[in-house]
């Protein structure tokens, strides 16, 4: 079966990380008996944030926007290419004081575009990229997920369902501070039964 799976990573640490180790072992299981497609996206690597210029520029209708308005949303366009060709997203989200690291929000607010992603109708909103599966890798050192201090479960589900991808699954390794090897553990067996 082929197949294209968008990797995402938004952990700051390069090593170490509970939450990309666990996204690779992931994108292994799901891709090993399959010829998928690998896209890897590191929202630590750096993502620009919003600014007055993309505000602008995305404001402006198609066929009257300039070359600088063409720039302002350059990486706003390969994020969003990159999820329109994903069937499958992997989304590792570490929480951080309670919700997801910025470096994830400035990647969320560069695919979230009227016209693109989703589409303003008469009976409100409509996601746009439907027909998509999602995988939340969700970690956590203390916060309990889908506790009432976990901002980052539920927005993240928002969000997606928001541009249309309502197919989403949430693995959660949290509270690794207290119970870090029987969730480990809990959740590897999650993933190997994924590919079974």
């Known amino acids: 079966m082929n197949s294209t799976i968008l990797e995402v990573n938004a952990s700051a640490r390069q090593s ?14 799901l891709s090993a ?36 308005h063409t720039k302002a949303l350059g990486m706003s366009d390969i994020l969003i ?20 690291p910025a470096s994830l929000k400035a990647w969320i607010d560069q695919i979230c575009r009227a016209g693109e992603t989703f589409s303003y109708t ?3 909103p409509v996601g746009l990229l439907t027909g998509k599966r999602a995988y939340l890798v969700i970690t956590s050192g203390g916060v309990e997920s889908g506790s009432d201090v976990d901002f980052a479960t539920n927005y993240m589900k928002h969000v997606l369902g928001f541009i249309g991808i309502d197919d989403v ?5 949290d509270q690794l501070l207290f119970q870090g ?6 959740v590897r067996d999650t993933i190997e039964n994924l590919a079974a």
């Open 16 to 29: 170490g990380s509970v939450s990309r180790q666990l996204v690779t072992e992931l994108v292994q299981s």
């Open 33 to 68: 008996d399959t010829t998928a497609r690998i896209i890897r996206r590191d929202t630590a690597s750096g993502i620009e944030l919003v600014s007055e210029d993309w505000v602008s520029a995305n404001q402006t209708p198609k066929p009257d926007r300039t070359a600088r």
């Open 81 to 100: 290419e990159e999820v329109r060709q994903a069937d499958t997203l992997v989304i590792g989200v570490p929480i951080y004081n309670f919700a997801i």
């Open 122 to 124: 008469e009976h409100g």
């Open 169 to 173: 699954q949430i693995i959660a390794a």
């Open 181 to 186: 090897e029987e969730k480990l553990s809990a």
